[in-house]
C-alpha cells in the first residue's frame, strides 16, 4: 500500500499563492490516481483537485476552478497543488489521497469514499 506524506502548507494573506506537495511511497506512484480534499473547521471534507495516474485526465473543485492547479511528477513520486490568489475560505486542513492501485474512477468523481489511502494533512490559513 502507498504512504502519503504532505507539505507546504502555512499562513499567508489573502491573495498569495502557496504549493503544497505530496510524497508517496511504499508503492508504485504511477500506478495510483491521486487527489487533494481539504476541510475546514467544523464542515465535511471537501473535494479539491484530481489527477490521473499519467496526468492525462484533472478535475477540479467548483470552489477552486481557475485558482488551483493539480500536477503530478511521477519520477518524483510527488503530487502537487499550486494555489494561486488565496481566499480567506481556502483555510483548512488539506489531505493528499488516493484510491487502491489501478482503481478506475469516474474523471469527474469528487467523492471520498473511493478514496483508500490519506495522508496526515497539511494545514493553509489565509488571513484577511
Known amino acids: 500500500q502507498v504512504r502519503l506524506v504532505e507539505s507546504g502548507g502555512g499562513l499567508v494573506q489573502a491573495g498569495d499563492s502557496l504549493r503544497l506537495s505530496c510524497v508517496a511511497s511504499?508503492?508504485?506512484?504511477?500506478?495510483?490516481?491521486m487527489a487533494w480534499f481539504r476541510q475546514a473547521p467544523g464542515k465535511e471534507r471537501e473535494f479539491v483537485a484530481s489527477?490521473?495516474?499519467?496526468?492525462?485526465?484533472?478535475y477540479y473543485g467548483y470552489s477552486v476552478k481557475g485558482r488551483f492547479t493539480i500536477s503530478r511528477d511521477n519520477a518524483k513520486n510527488t503530487v502537487y497543488l499550486q494555489m494561486i490568489s488565496l481566499k480567506p475560505e481556502d483555510t483548512a486542513v488539506y489531505y493528499c489521497?488516493?484510491?487502491?492501485?489501478?482503481?478506475?474512477?469516474?474523471?469527474?468523481?469528487?467523492?471520498?469514499?473511493?478514496?483508500?489511502?490519506w495522508g496526515q494533512g497539511t494545514q493553509v490559513i489565509v488571513s484577511s
Open positions: 511504499g508503492d508504485t506512484f504511477s500506478a495510483y490516481a
Open positions: 489527477i490521473s495516474r499519467i496526468g492525462d485526465s484533472i
Open positions: 489521497t488516493a484510491p487502491r492501485a489501478y482503481s478506475s474512477l469516474p474523471y469527474n468523481y469528487s467523492g471520498s469514499r473511493l478514496y483508500a489511502y
